[in-house]
């Protein structure tokens, strides 16, 4: 799909943007409709940077900017994922003129439901990349020695790592997913940082790791490097919150903009963990 | 449970195959022969109860303790997830809901199920005082067709075994699918979609086998069905012990209710208790 050029022939004067905010981490949400001045080729960051300069909610209230979060501007980042009209996507490549021609009454932002809300649009999600650690999504090459060149990788295995690699860590395959659920935890009082980060790292480790990380295990154990660790990397999906967790509904694959064929990994990992599991109890 | 939860999760996963799914399979296929006549159906059920004694082993075993490990986790499964077909509504995601749906129905109705028909429990005092006066242990392995044909006489049971069957088979033909990703069976997406339509041809084929038995069951004549039932009875009768023929006695329809005017023989159980002459001919 290209971008339209051509507004709606009968496009707005102004539209309505309906924004579920929240003042900081645990507090309650609230929904505050903002009037943006139509303009052509508008996305969702920009109607956010007309909000910020106004300032000011249609009922005339002056209110804190709303805060969101946006990085690359081209959907390769994935700062700037949240919900516009209940759908989880990036910002960035929301465009008004198509939204309104769906949703024709105005535009509806809310921030991820999966992650815990850091203020208004922008949500922490730190038990993405906790979970990116747990499977090992990397390639040890770091060492004393110059261990030489690595193995050489196939086109056609290059093929299939490709789409695998071109994951931003956005999170709309965990957002979508009925069995990624939300956690949140809330520091107790006299609680040091490292104590409340060991705590947290706990919980997300026991929790889920989401079709994201499963893929990266893939792509990692697909590696001519990588496979070295491939156990490791087994051994972690079937830890608790491991691949057993996942219940097929395939939103994942549905809702990824990169379009990654998520679904194929975990069934990828599916078989390399039944394998795995297969001989550790028979091999050792 | 938290450290082994991968083998867990798995043995749910293959118990829902093998025995539940498997045995579900044979039951539904057993269950219409009685289609063909209720001499057939009569003859397999008595090639089950052959096992005599060890039956209940077989039955505990194989079936109630494997179906009640993939309910007890199931439901311990739906609790862990958080249905959101309102906001994506893609079939896989409705068929996810379907499945935790469909297994709750199932999970009630086998429980329903298992007690009208057969009382939970084998002991001669509690089927007397508890199962029978509540409308349970209704069928009757020696009397199968009869009996089987007057537990669903009426038309809202038959509804409630419709609905609870066809959750069954749904739950066992989208959990085909969905295992086959779970173990890495089928992989890429046209792999996938091939086991899908595979699912689908299973579905349907166990749907009309099931819903089949249960037409079939509710045709039968009860009274012409009972007199063939018990002559295979009663030709079964020279090979087996006074024991044996004692301890069958709760599988037998001895209560008639049809013709509650003649004395039940229940007091004597091992003397020639059901001749064809007590039954009222028509």
């Given at each position: 799909?290209?971008?339209?050029?051509?507004?709606?022939a009968?496009?707005?004067?102004?539209?309505?943007?309906?924004?579920?905010?929240?003042?900081?981490?645990?507090?309650?949400?609230?929904?505050?409709?903002?009037?943006?001045?139509?303009?052509?080729?508008?996305?969702?960051?920009?109607?956010?940077?007309?909000?910020?300069?106004?300032?000011?909610?249609?009922?005339?209230?002056?209110?804190?900017?709303?805060?969101?979060?946006?990085?690359?501007?081209?959907e390769?980042?994935?700062?700037?994922?949240m919900?516009?009209?209940g759908?989880?996507?990036?910002?960035?490549?929301?465009?008004?003129?198509?939204?309104?021609?769906?949703?024709?009454?105005?535009?509806e932002?809310?921030?991820?439901?999966?992650?815990?809300?850091?203020?208004d649009?922008?949500?922490?999600?730190?038990?993405m990349?906790?979970?990116?650690?747990?499977?090992?999504?990397?390639?040890?090459?770091?060492?004393?020695?110059?261990?030489?060149?690595?193995?050489?990788?196939s086109?056609?295995?290059?093929?299939?790592?490709?789409?695998l690699?071109?994951?931003?860590?956005?999170?709309?395959?965990?957002?979508?997913?009925?069995?990624?659920?939300?956690?949140?935890?809330?520091?107790?009082?006299?609680?040091?940082?490292?104590?409340f980060q060991?705590?947290q790292?706990?919980?997300?480790?026991?929790?889920?790791?989401?079709?994201?990380?499963?893929s990266?295990a893939?792509?990692?154990?697909?590696?001519?490097?990588?496979?070295?660790?491939?156990?490791?990397?087994?051994?972690?999906?079937?830890?608790?919150?491991?691949?057993q967790?996942?219940?097929?509904?395939q939103?994942?694959?549905?809702?990824?903009?990169?379009?990654?064929?998520?679904t194929?990994?975990?069934?990828?990992?599916?078989?390399?963990?039944?394998?795995?599991?297969l001989?550790?109890?028979?091999?050792? | 449970?938290?450290?082994?939860?991968?083998?867990?999760?798995?043995?749910?996963?293959?118990?829902?195959?093998?025995?539940?799914?498997?045995?579900?399979?044979?039951?539904?296929?057993?269950?219409?022969?009685?289609?063909?006549?209720?001499?057939?159906?009569?003859?397999?059920?008595?090639?089950?109860?052959?096992?005599?004694?060890?039956?209940?082993?077989?039955?505990?075993?194989?079936?109630?303790?494997?179906?009640?490990?993939?309910?007890?986790?199931g439901?311990?499964?739906?609790?862990?997830?958080?249905?959101?077909?309102?906001?994506?509504?893609?079939?896989?995601?409705v068929?996810?809901?379907?499945?935790?749906?469909?297994?709750?129905?199932?999970?009630?109705?086998?429980?329903?199920?298992?007690?009208?028909?057969?009382?939970?429990?084998?002991?001669?005092?509690?089927?007397k005082s508890?199962?029978?006066?509540?409308?349970?242990?209704?069928?009757?392995?020696?009397?199968?067709?009869?009996?089987?044909?007057?537990?669903?006489?009426?038309?809202?049971?038959?509804?409630l075994?419709?609905?609870?069957?066809?959750?069954?088979?749904?739950?066992?033909?989208?959990?085909?699918?969905?295992?086959?990703?779970?173990?890495?069976?089928?992989?890429?997406?046209?792999?996938?979609?091939?086991?899908?339509?595979?699912?689908?041809?299973?579905?349907?084929?166990?749907s009309?086998?099931?819903?089949?038995?249960?037409?079939?069951?509710?045709?039968?004549d009860?009274?012409?069905?009972?007199?063939?039932e018990?002559?295979?009875?009663?030709?079964?009768?020279?090979?087996?012990?006074?024991?044996?023929?004692?301890r069958d006695?709760?599988?037998?329809?001895l209560?008639?209710?049809?013709?509650?005017?003649?004395?039940?023989?229940?007091?004597s159980?091992?003397?020639?208790l059901v001749?064809?002459?007590?039954?009222p001919?028509?």
């Amino acid at each position: 799909m290209t971008a339209s050029h051509q507004s709606p022939a009968d496009a707005p004067r102004t539209f309505d943007v309906r924004v579920l905010r929240q003042d900081g981490p645990g507090g309650a949400s609230y929904w505050e409709r903002h009037r943006v001045p139509y303009e052509h080729d508008m996305n969702v960051i920009s109607v956010l940077q007309r909000i910020a300069a106004q300032s000011r909610s249609v009922e005339g209230d002056e209110v804190a900017p709303v805060a969101w979060e946006c990085c690359c501007l081209e959907e390769v980042c994935g700062s700037c994922t949240m919900l516009v009209n209940g759908k989880v996507r990036q910002a960035c490549t929301a465009l008004v003129d198509r939204l309104l021609v769906d949703e024709p009454e105005g535009i509806e932002l809310r921030p991820m439901g999966k992650f815990p809300v850091v203020r208004d649009l922008v949500v922490e999600r730190q038990r993405m990349f906790r979970a990116l650690e747990k499977v090992r999504a990397w390639i040890d090459v770091d060492g004393y020695y110059d261990a030489g060149p690595g193995p050489r990788q196939s086109p056609e295995d290059q093929e299939v790592a490709y789409p695998l690699s071109q994951c931003m860590s956005c999170g709309c395959c965990l957002e979508a997913c009925p069995q990624y659920t939300k956690v949140e935890l809330t520091r107790d009082p006299g609680e040091s940082d490292a104590d409340f980060q060991a705590r947290q790292d706990q919980t997300y480790d026991s929790a889920f790791v989401g079709a994201h990380a499963i893929s990266q295990a893939v792509l990692f154990n697909s590696h001519p490097t990588g496979t070295y660790n491939a156990g490791k990397r087994l051994d972690a999906l079937t830890q608790e919150g491991g691949i057993q967790i996942c219940g097929n509904a395939q939103n994942c694959v549905a809702v990824c903009p990169k379009e990654i064929p998520l679904t194929t990994s975990i069934a990828k990992a599916g078989r390399q963990t039944t394998w795995h599991q297969l001989k550790k109890w028979f091999d050792q | 449970m938290t450290r082994n939860e991968f083998i867990i999760r798995r043995l749910h996963s293959l118990s829902g195959l093998v025995p539940v799914g498997a045995y579900m399979t044979v039951h539904l296929l057993t269950n219409a022969s009685v289609l063909d006549s209720p001499a057939t159906f009569q003859r397999n059920v008595n090639q089950i109860h052959s096992l005599g004694s060890v039956l209940w082993v077989v039955e505990w075993l194989f079936i109630f303790l494997p179906l009640l490990f993939h309910a007890v986790l199931g439901v311990v499964i739906i609790r862990g997830g958080l249905p959101n077909v309102s906001s994506y509504p893609l079939s896989g995601n409705v068929r996810y809901s379907l499945q935790r749906a469909s297994g709750m129905v199932a999970f009630f109705f086998i429980m329903w199920h298992v007690f009208h028909m057969h009382g939970w429990f084998h002991f001669d005092g509690y089927l007397k005082s508890v199962a029978e006066p509540l409308g349970g242990a209704q069928f009757k392995p020696y009397n199968a067709a009869s009996s089987a044909a007057q537990a669903l006489r009426s038309g809202a049971v038959q509804v409630l075994y419709a609905i609870g069957v066809l959750s069954c088979v749904f739950h066992l033909a989208n959990g085909i699918w969905t295992m086959g990703i779970t173990w890495g069976v089928w992989v890429s997406p046209a792999a996938q979609r091939r086991a899908n339509y595979a699912s689908i041809v299973f579905g349907v084929a166990m749907s009309i086998v099931g819903l089949g038995a249960l037409n079939g069951m509710s045709r039968v004549d009860v009274e012409k069905a009972r007199q063939i039932e018990d002559q295979i009875y009663d030709s079964l009768k020279g090979s087996k012990t006074p024991e044996e023929l004692e301890r069958d006695q709760h599988k037998r329809d001895l209560h008639r209710t049809a013709d509650a005017e003649h004395p039940t023989a229940e007091e004597s159980p091992t003397a020639d208790l059901v001749l064809p002459d007590t039954v009222p001919r028509r």
